[in-house]
């Protein structure tokens, strides 16, 4: 059976197009002649092209006029840019022990009659690793101006439209079903990677893809990193359990965070749950149009150190979300930090989190939720239990 080209596209034909004209309009705006692009959520969101190839060199040629799009990739990803994406024109590079694939770009770029132009460059992307990047810098040298392409595709994708924010709340409604089945699957002796395993069998069996990182399942003494760690733990009668993780429905992230207490509650962990949630909320009411991520950082911050914990907040508090591949559910920049000028926008769609860890108690706590900004009061996606999970 034939299947025509095309035939799974992610978004209807004219929501692509319509987006590759925006792009071409920024690179004339800009002035560049062309773009290199990379970043595997890049090509989803542009064309739809859906592949884990990016781990290897792959890149589409982007023009600022209106000549179509070239993708140079590997065999093993030639039907699925075929069948997956908007892309006619795929070259493809075969491994061999001298293969040099940004040879074969520069192949297409002087087809492209771009010898001596200015050509944007996708830089901040797993796509492109540092010696795929040395090959490219090698092969153009002296042959074209390579530019740092300053996130121009991550801008363009920043504000959502009504068919993504449609995948995020579908990913969000699978997101909290599953934040129900992680609490029911921690009881004392459990193993914390036999919560993480009611974690992913609970939003694959509710048609999320699966994740494009791994969670934050750390309990006992682990619960005060901020990132995940090898070897299961075996929670116990007077534990603390903290969870953090992305769902993603058609590529599109949503995350939570929570905490889950084991047997008494210390009144000192109760207060920085106290803390954390109603930072969180003011977090919350504020992301309203107009506001900087400058300045919701400034409510995070006045709300932890009002609350005597200063030394135990981070940096950020909390990240855009939206189409990413792995390793990553973080869809950034922008981050939420001191500073930040990025202005929020309806159709933003942002992952809150209080996150703290004591070391001097060995209390840790997090709260986080996903929200998207609109018009008015912003859209809770992924929502929390009412109060603290504590488990006697």
Not at 111 to 122: P, Q, T
Not at 305 to 320: I, P, Q
Request: net charge negative.
């Amino acid at each position: 059976m034939k299947i025509e080209s095309g035939a799974f596209l992610p978004f209807a034909r004219d929501e692509h197009d319509a987006r590759l004209t925006r792009l071409r309009a920024s690179l004339r705006e800009r002035g560049v002649d062309a773009m290199l692009v990379f970043a595997q959520e890049s090509h989803y969101w542009l064309t739809g092209y859906d592949t884990g190839g990016y781990v290897f060199f792959q890149c589409a040629v982007v023009t600022a006029d209106e000549r179509p799009i070239v993708l140079l990739t590997r065999r093993p990803d030639l039907i699925q840019a075929r069948q997956t994406s908007t892309i006619e024109d795929i070259r493809v590079w075969w491994d061999s022990d001298d293969a040099n694939p940004a040879r074969d770009l520069k192949a297409i770029l002087e087809e492209l009659g771009l010898n001596g132009g200015r050509i944007a460059i996708e830089l901040n992307t797993h796509g492109l690793t540092g010696w795929n990047l040395w090959r490219v810098q090698h092969a153009l040298d002296g042959w074209c101006a390579l530019e740092d392409d300053d996130h121009l595709i991550r801008r363009l994708r920043l504000v959502k439209s009504p068919t993504e924010i449609d995948f995020m709340r579908k990913a969000g409604e699978i997101c909290d079903r599953s934040l129900d089945a992680v609490i029911a699957a921690s009881k004392p002796g459990a193993l914390d990677s036999e919560v993480k395993a009611a974690y992913l069998t609970s939003i694959l069996a509710d048609g999320a893809d699966m994740p494009p990182n791994g969670p934050l399942f750390n309990s006992g003494p682990r619960a005060i990193f901020g990132r995940g760690i090898a070897e299961p733990r075996r929670l116990e009668a007077q534990d603390q359990f903290l969870v953090e993780y992305p769902v993603a429905f058609r590529r599109y992230n949503v995350k939570t965070e929570w905490m889950i207490l084991f047997g008494k509650v210390d009144p000192r962990q109760r207060k920085m749950y106290d803390v954390a949630r109603e930072t969180l909320q003011r977090m919350t009411e504020v992301a309203r149009p107009g506001t900087t991520l400058g300045e919701i950082f400034d409510v995070h911050a006045q709300g932890l150190d009002d609350g005597g914990y200063r030394k135990a907040r981070y940096g950020a508090t909390g990240y855009s979300v939206g189409c990413t591949f792995a390793p990553t559910s973080m869809d950034v920049p922008p981050m939420i930090y001191a500073g930040c000028s990025t202005v929020c926008e309806p159709g933003m769609t942002l992952f809150y989190h209080v996150m703290m860890g004591d070391e001097e108690t060995g209390f840790g706590m997090g709260v986080g939720h996903t929200l998207l900004v609109t018009d008015g009061a912003p859209e809770v996606l992924t929502g929390l239990p009412d109060d603290l999970t504590v488990i006697v």
